[in-house]
């Protein structure tokens, strides 16, 4: 079910990073960023190394930039995954998994949309990255969000779209062993078959299984092709969230 490329490019995690601050919400430690008045909201869910994510946090200030409040949530519980050996980066990954499964993270991403409906948001998307799809595609079999937005996912399935009740956007990469093109064109097939489903699947050439995330900030190839993944998730949810 996993693969090393869920753990390649780890990012240097930083708590203080970001134009925003950490509160409590639905119970979960979360980074919160834009306006707490505005009635649109986007809730980010991270991959398997946290909220505490500099390029996360970045993409969260830029989402708030176009008139949402966003919500980083901490659903790793202060314990994202941490690589002990270099050369076997997957040492121990699935005992760590094991407390950190994704349904979970399901359950608790209703909490804080509770949380944000009771704070006075009427609208809410939700994008995922790698370990953070597989909780939105859960979402998104309800009717609790208004549009998803999975990008380079992890354990989906076929079944999971299949389910899914609100528009949705899938961003994957080229070189991507968790997800490769083959799936996620079956993942357009079946979109393509359910009658007035709202859809946008894509793939991104030459780049890998988390490159919307965990690029290199000094590459400039890396983020012009990280910021067009941005640009399509903003557009995305810009255009179902009003």
């Not at 699947?201 to 988390?210: D, N, Q, S, T, Y």
Request: net charge negative.
């Amino acid at each position: 079910m996993s693969g090393p490329q869920c753990c390649s490019n780890p990012p240097v995690l930083d708590s203080s990073c970001g134009a925003g601050h950490v509160e409590k919400l639905g119970g979960l430690d979360s980074y919160v960023t834009g306006s707490p008045d505005s009635k649109l909201a986007i809730l980010l869910i991270s991959d398997v190394f946290g909220y505490d994510a500099p390029n996360l946090r970045k993409l969260a200030d830029k989402s708030a930039a176009a008139g949402f409040f966003v919500v980083v949530p901490d659903f790793l519980h202060g314990d994202p995954y941490v690589i002990k050996n270099p050369e076997r980066r997957l040492e121990g990954f699935d005992v760590w998994f094991k407390d950190h499964g994704t349904d979970k993270g399901a359950v608790e991403a209703k909490s804080v949309i509770e949380a944000l409906k009771s704070r006075g948001v009427s609208s809410v998307g939700a994008a995922g990255f790698c370990w953070g799809a597989k909780v939105v595609i859960e979402l998104a079999k309800t009717d609790i969000i208004q549009a998803a937005v999975l990008l380079h996912p992890s354990f989906v399935t076929n079944e999971d779209i299949n389910e899914v009740k609100v528009p949705i956007s899938i961003l994957g990469a080229e070189i991507d062993i968790m997800c490769p093109p083959e799936v996620v064109k079956q993942f357009e097939a079946v979109l393509a078959g359910k009658s007035g489903a709202e859809f946008l699947v894509k793939i991104f050439p030459k780049v890998e299984h988390g490159w919307t995330v965990r690029y290199d900030v000094g590459d400039e190839e890396a983020v012009k092709k990280a910021e067009e993944a941005h640009q399509d998730l903003l557009e995305w949810i810009s255009k179902y969230v009003k």
